[in-house]
């Protein structure tokens, strides 16, 4: 029997790139001003999915997000990969969510996907670094969850077996369906896109993604309906607008600030023997070392 | 009614440090609030066993939950414990490590108790709160403070509205300290049937397995760490010597990590294991934020290094211009002549 798997996929900042402005006055995020990736940890999620899917026969793999119109990319990514279809949540109320409103958010989505086996998604995101999400999504939806997996290492009579980091060793455990998974960024890396794939996507978009003007591909559109994305707003998952973005979230960002590390008074030494023999000698005496 | 409470994690019957670090600095939290230190603990076969690792560190009162299948750990029993508790409790903070397991517990109970958990604070502290927009203010809320951003920022994250207020911090980020003020000391064993629902343990663990950490530098009171100048595996060898010879533990950055130099487990940095050591002996380490947060409070900083200008040497105490190769051997070689 197929499973029906949904990947929980954000597009992150990368944030080896990080500058100055990348905050607003707010202390919330400016993902205008940094370039966007997928989530890495994400892909590892993907890449289970994916192996899922081969293994089951009749399973659909779909990905989904939230974001601006052009986390859009996210989906077409999956779709590159094998994943069959994708959704994005997006709309203004759903901005400056803390993981809270975000999990809320999530969670109304895959109620209203509907029927799903398996959600999926990275430990933690790189822009975040909370890994909360996962958990709270499960919590919402009232399912079983299991963090830190690295594999996957089958499904069968309703349950899934899993192979589990923890600190200091590994945990194989059952969980039966429905159930939530974080997946580890120890797990398997995701598979490459395939070139069939990204020429049979690679104009597939979210109605928002479009300029209002048109493109060239419009035709497109009409002909291939697969190429049009699913788009949600929170009017179309049913939300509760009080539940999600800033709205909806307990934590509030009080101050942010750089990072200044105060300046000591160093000595400089050169790596001569004089030198180093002498620092040794100093610090012997004061018992600094013994 | 109101307290601060601690989520003590165990291996077995072994309390983790990380927990008594957490109840060092929950029982400072519970002094500047003016109210009690509460700690709870989950497992099989506990009791007697675990009271005395946790009592020391300043509990006014202890809840042990102890039944077949509370360990290992799975996520919903424990859930249920820490939500039914609390929703009786009504604590104000709750402080838990920030491991695999608090990662797992935190976010599922403060989406069942809607309230704001923020992950692997590295300060916390109690102070004020004005909310622009409504006007409201807050005398003691727990400020939050967390790196963010890859470490390239800090933020302070409150909770103003939801109880209680959530809070995951690393192993090593906070110091522990046996209490030497006066606590209550109560500890109770509520009946676990009347907390948990039979139906949270339909997940399994078929298998458990932990070893024990392989080094101590968590602890150390000497470090030697090495960056992408030491250059090689073969390099670190060097380290591993001076280490020895000085009674240390070597450790990396993120960069000697990532090149396969040295195993993961001995990356120090917000991303790795905090240290706190007499002394620390930065060998070819440009000096990143990241690696920064993890190494900022050691005592004395030397940093070995063939370029004056960089990062680490602002908050070194001494600084070494010279290569690893050539200075290393030299700091072994000193140290053997001059040390008794």
């Known amino acids: 029997m197929g499973l029906k798997i949904v990947v929980l996929a954000k597009q992150v900042p990368d944030t080896r790139n990080v500058g100055k402005d990348a905050m607003t006055a707010e202390g919330t995020v400016n993902r205008a001003a940094l370039p966007a990736i997928f989530n890495p940890e994400d892909l590892n999620a993907l890449e289970q999915a994916l192996r899922l899917k081969e293994q089951h026969p009749g399973s659909t793999v779909g990905v989904l997000t939230m974001g601006p119109p052009r986390a859009g990319e996210i989906i077409r990514q999956g779709l590159y990969r094998g994943a069959d279809t994708g959704w994005l949540l997006t709309d203004r109320l759903f901005a400056g969510a803390d993981t809270l409103a975000t999990s809320y958010a999530l969670a109304t989505a895959i109620r209203k996907i509907g029927d799903v086996d398996i959600v999926i998604g990275g430990r933690q995101a790189i822009d975040g670094d909370t890994a909360q999400v996962g958990p709270q999504v499960a919590q919402k939806l009232g399912l079983n969850q299991v963090t830190y997996a690295e594999e996957i290492l089958k499904v069968e009579d309703g349950k899934a077996t899993i192979r589990r980091h923890i600190d200091g060793g590994v945990e194989t455990v059952v969980a039966p369906l429905p159930v939530v998974i974080t997946v580890n960024g120890s797990a398997a890396p995701c598979r490459p896109q395939n070139a069939k794939l990204v020429l049979k996507y690679k104009r597939a978009t979210c109605p928002m993604e479009r300029p209002e003007e048109g493109t060239p591909y419009d035709h497109l559109y009409k002909e291939r309906p697969y190429l049009t994305l699913n788009q949600w707003s929170v009017a179309d998952v049913d939300g509760d607008p009080g539940q999600c973005g800033l709205a909806g979230s307990p934590t509030k960002v009080k101050a942010v600030k750089n990072i200044v590390f105060q300046a000591k008074e160093s000595k400089t030494l050169t790596a001569s023997d004089a030198d180093i023999e002498g620092m040794i000698r100093e610090l012997l005496d004061e018992k600094i070392i013994g | ?340």
């Open chain 2, 1 to 340: 009614m109101n307290n601060v409470f601690v989520y003590v994690e165990i291996e077995g019957t072994l309390v983790q440090e990380v927990s008594q670090e957490l109840l060092t600095k929950g029982r400072k939290l519970a002094n500047t609030l003016g109210v009690e230190l509460h700690a709870v603990v989950a497992g099989t076969d506990i009791k007697g066993r675990v009271e005395q690792q946790i009592l020391p560190y300043g509990v006014d009162k202890l809840f042990v939950f102890d039944a077949p299948e509370l360990f290992p750990y799975t996520s919903a029993p424990h859930t249920d414990i820490l939500v039914n508790l609390f929703k009786e409790e009504q604590p104000q903070i709750c402080l838990m490590g920030a491991t695999v397991i608090g990662r797992d517990l935190g976010p599922r109970v403060s989406s069942s108790l809607t309230s704001g958990l923020t992950a692997d604070c590295t300060e916390l502290e109690i102070g004020p709160y004005e909310d622009k927009k409504s006007g409201k203010t807050y005398d003691q809320l727990l400020y939050q403070i967390r790196p963010a951003f890859g470490g390239n920022i800090v933020a302070t994250i409150v909770n103003p509205d939801h109880r209680p207020q959530m809070a995951t911090v690393r192993s090593g980020v906070m110091q522990k300290a046996v209490y030497d003020g006066k606590a209550r000391g109560e500890v109770v064993y509520p009946a676990v049937s009347e907390y948990v629902s039979p139906e949270a343990f339909v997940v399994k663990v078929l298998d458990h397995h932990v070893e024990a950490a392989k080094h101590n530098l968590k602890g150390a009171p000497i470090v030697v760490a090495g960056g992408y100048g030491v250059g090689s595996k073969e390099g670190f060898e060097q380290l591993f010597q001076l280490a020895k010879v000085l009674h240390g533990e070597v450790g990396g950055s993120r960069a000697a990590v990532d090149a396969g130099w040295i195993d993961h487990d001995r990356q120090i940095g917000q991303t790795g294991v905090t240290v706190h050591p007499k002394v620390y002996i930065a060998c070819g380490i440009s000096g990143q934020i990241q690696h920064l947060a993890g190494m900022q409070d050691s005592g004395i900083i030397i940093s070995v290094n063939s370029d004056p200008e960089a990062p680490i040497n602002q908050i070194a105490d001494y600084v070494i211009v010279g290569t690893v190769e050539e200075v290393v051997p030299k700091l072994i070689k000193y140290y053997k002549q001059n040390s008794k």
